[in-house]
């Protein structure tokens, strides 16, 4: 057992962990609504490029940002958008350009999380659907469009769309938007937007075609290099294997048996910690569990004893685990996957610290396919081999399945 490792409790983050996320989006110029916005996502801390990113759109630069998917680029201009709005007005007054259908949606979607306080209304226009449908949710009113550029056109043509009100164009993915041959719609789209705006340009690279577009339609803009991928330390392993829901206890017992190091399993409810905890005290493991509901009196007991190795299992909840800074773990085992890939990558980065090599195991079900990957997206970590469907799994491989 390591018992080099080191625990830091901190109580005033686990009392107020919203309260917490909000002060720390407030802190690069966001209104409170918004801060509260990012928070009730599940927004902890700002990624790198929301730190950048979120401040310079907050006092008025245009901006050409050379990012990644999977670094929070999204929510780093939706948030500071959200407090540029004039929600009593019915014109649109933000565009944003994106090259495909599917990140339409995908962005359209964030707005409506994000500005949920604020009853925002967004509406998202792409080739494929039908115009009468989208004409009807333009004349909602909303007070941002996304779309792509050639349907955007099209709307913009038959009159169905104005954006004489627009203050804020960006343009989403321009390096894709290039190479499919946007070029000439977006120039038409940007003649019908007013020269008085503020404009942000999105790119994962930014080679001579898009640096010469940013020219025509950006204004002295700050050049923000952020956003990489919100990697997991390399030191950690990363597994996942396939594991129906009703096998996860047996898998949990073998795992822990296998591993002679201290363990952090995370589990999805506070009720599932209590009840993986049960099982492997049942089972002769010397396990302690930490969640919102015990008091501090039993947290406490909890982290100085997995502290001082008098337990070598710790069981927890997400919630439970943010105050709390454990060096030296062997294994995260993440018996529920989270539904946030951000919270996947704290729970890993609980372990491989302090030059120690660690391990991350996630067992997955049918269910967490479309998690694992969005997981993928935002640490760049492929999952190999994985078949995702559950019958084809049990017949292939009734033992554990090793996915990376
Ligand atoms: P994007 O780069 O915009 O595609 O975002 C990747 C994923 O990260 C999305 O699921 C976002 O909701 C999520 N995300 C963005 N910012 C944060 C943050 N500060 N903390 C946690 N998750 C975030």
Redo the contacts with the bound molecule.
């Keep these: 057992m390591n018992r080099s490792r080191t625990v830091r409790f901190n109580y005033a983050v686990n009392t107020a962990p919203a309260r917490a996320a909000i002060e720390s989006f407030e802190k690069l110029g966001l209104s409170e609504i918004s801060a509260r916005g990012?928070a009730q996502?599940?927004?902890?801390?700002?990624?790198e490029i929301?730190e950048k990113v979120i401040p310079a759109v907050a006092m008025g630069h245009d901006v050409i940002a050379c990012?990644?998917?999977?670094?929070?680029?999204?929510?780093?201009f939706v948030l500071p958008i959200l407090d540029l709005l004039d929600y009593s007005s019915p014109w649109i007054q933000v565009v944003v350009l994106v090259p495909t259908r599917e990140l339409c949606p995908?962005v359209a979607g964030?707005f409506r999380r994000l500005g949920a306080n604020q009853h925002i209304r967004v509406v998202e226009v792409y080739g494929g659907m039908s115009y009468s449908g989208q004409r009807k949710r333009i004349a909602n009113k909303p007070q941002a469009l996304v779309g792509a550029p050639g349907r955007v056109l099209d709307l913009l043509s038959s009159g169905s769309l104005n954006f004489k009100k627009v203050g804020v164009l960006i343009l989403d993915e321009a390096d894709r938007m290039l190479d499919m041959g946007f070029l000439p719609q977006m120039t038409e789209i940007i003649k019908r937007v007013p020269k008085q705006r503020q404009s942000l340009m999105f790119s994962a690279t930014i080679p001579a075609g898009v640096s010469r577009f940013a020219r025509i339609c950006l204004n002295d803009p700050m050049n923000i290099l952020a956003?990489k991928r919100?990697r997991p330390p390399d030191e950690v392993t990363q597994e996942a294997i396939y594991v129906p829901m009703h096998e996860k206890n047996a898998r949990l017992i073998e795992t822990v048996e296998n591993e002679p190091g201290t363990i952090l399993v995370f589990t999805a409810t506070k009720n599932r910690a209590d009840n993986v905890y049960r099982i492997l005290k049942n089972s002769g493991q010397k396990a302690c569990v930490i969640h919102s509901n015990l008091d501090q009196n039993n947290r406490k007991k909890s982290i100085d004893g997995f502290c001082s190795g008098k337990y070598r299992i710790m069981v927890a909840t997400d919630v439970a685990q943010r105050g709390l800074d454990i060096e030296g773990i062997a294994l995260v085992l993440n018996y529920d996957l989270p539904t946030?890939?951000?919270d996947y990558v704290h729970r890993i980065g609980r372990t491989g610290r302090a030059s120690a090599t660690g391990r991350a195991l996630s067992f997955i079900t049918v269910h967490d396919i479309n998690v694992l990957r969005?997981i993928e997206?935002?640490t760049g970590h492929t999952f190999d081999n994985f078949v995702p469907y559950g019958k084809r799994h049990e017949r292939q491989s009734p033992n554990r399945r090793k996915l990376g």
């Design positions: 990012a996502a599940g927004f902890e801390i700002p990624t929301q990012s990644e998917t999977g670094s929070g680029k999204t929510a780093s995908q964030e956003g919100a946030n890939p951000m969005s997206k935002v």
